[in-house]
């Protein structure tokens, strides 16, 4: 039997300034605990409270790296260090007036992230109403788009992110991608890819006009980018796939069209790997040399899934809740969770994270299994309560 056991979160916060470095919470939302890579509090429930509606039940118990911030807009991990931002107020469309932060970039290593942790604060943090932000390292270095039209790029050393250099002012940034240490960013409008070294990006910059092969209808609005050893990969509006050289040396070509609502991409291998955001949505898989509208169906059967991780054996998804009022902020069943599912293909997916609150990015290293998100209380929206959160299962 399926569990519809509701989770219980009581959070007491102090006062929080925006000039704070760190939220200061207390109380419960979730067992407090010592285990698992953050050493972080443990989510209260067990595995069959965790069990997937349509899903295989998840066999660990996952545990809590980051917490209590307002809202996680981005996040990635690189060779044991975690770094996200967040948002100074729970709303996304709050602005704290000038020279309030509206933001904060944080670090820590993930063995030890209580014990670790740094934090800048920042005017504009990426994703501050855009919760399909990126952040990427590289070497050295932090890079994150900045949130205003025109604003361009972010970067700063790991280390140290207090003041931050700007790159391509002027640049409204839809994605980026970072490769063979070159930055690769989809500029919209006019809908063009910018190639630079990321050690002088302003010193380096090429720009690839976005032209559309004979036959095919002109290329607009792409919003997705990844990239592997050669080549880049576009995600168009329209429902189109696309590559092109890394160097610009070759032209654009179509690989996948007629796709619906696909919002997120993402490569593994010889294959290139999307879902279809809708209610029934897929997660569909082309071989990068192209499958024109016939991809490969991985999974079927899924909640409008958004966000994709890959490795080697697995793809991780997020399935978003649709909530059906303010007193279910847990969402309709089938909704509201994060899982993976077996490459090449599989019928049931194994769900990893259920109505612990509300889903957003994955990632995935060599170890472990992250998950964003957050699990505000039904009705707050006036940005008094920190809900954004890193869990983290072990592979």
Request: negative net charge; contains cysteine.
């Amino acid at each position: 039997m399926i569990s519809t056991r509701k989770l219980v979160r009581t959070i007491t916060c102090t006062a929080l300034t925006l000039a704070s470095a760190v939220p200061s919470c207390s109380g419960r939302v979730a067992d407090l605990g010592n285990s698992g890579p953050g050493s972080g509090p443990v989510l209260a429930g067990s595995p069959t409270s965790m069990q997937g509606v349509a899903g295989a039940a998840a066999a660990t118990t996952p545990s809590k790296l980051v917490d209590r911030e307002f809202q996680v807009t981005a996040f990635t991990v690189d060779a044991g260090q975690i770094f996200w931002m967040a948002t100074a107020s729970a709303q996304l469309s709050a602005q704290p007036p000038s020279p309030s932060p509206a933001g904060y970039l944080r670090t820590c290593a993930v063995a030890n992230c209580v014990g670790s942790v740094m934090s800048w604060p920042l005017q504009n943090p990426a994703g501050i109403r855009d919760l399909s932000t990126k952040i990427h390292t590289s070497v050295g270095s932090v890079f994150f788009p900045s949130v205003g039209v025109g604003e361009g790029l972010k970067v700063c050393p790991k280390g140290d992110c207090s003041a931050p250099r700007s790159l391509l002012a002027g640049v409204d940034v839809r994605d980026f991608a970072v490769a063979n240490q070159t930055l690769f960013v989809l500029s919209v409008p006019p809908d063009t890819v910018l190639s630079c070294s990321e050690s002088d990006c302003n010193g380096t910059l090429i720009r690839f006009a976005m032209r559309a092969p004979d036959g095919e209808a002109p290329f607009s609005s792409p919003k997705r980018i990844v990239a592997d050893d050669t080549f880049l990969y576009m995600l168009l509006d329209d429902g189109r796939v696309i590559r092109t050289r890394q160097d610009g040396a070759g032209t654009f070509e179509v690989i996948a069209r007629g796709q619906i609502n696909a919002s997120d991409l993402a490569q593994q291998g010889d294959s290139i790997f999307w879902t279809e955001s809708v209610v029934l949505g897929h997660i569909f898989r082309c071989p990068k040399t192209g499958c024109a509208a016939s991809p490969d169906v991985v999974a079927a059967g899924l909640h409008k899934p958004t966000s994709l991780a890959l490795d080697s054996s697995s793809v991780y998804f997020s399935e978003p809740a649709d909530i059906t009022s303010t007193s279910d902020p847990e969402g309709i069943p089938g909704s509201n969770r994060t899982s993976r599912c077996a490459l090449p293909t599989c019928s049931v997916p194994t769900v990893l994270l259920e109505k612990v609150g509300y889903p957003g990015f994955v990632v995935v290293d060599d170890r472990f299994i992250y998950f964003s998100g957050y699990h505000c209380n039904s009705g707050v929206s006036d940005g008094s309560q920190p809900c954004g959160f890193v869990v983290t299962l072990p592979k």
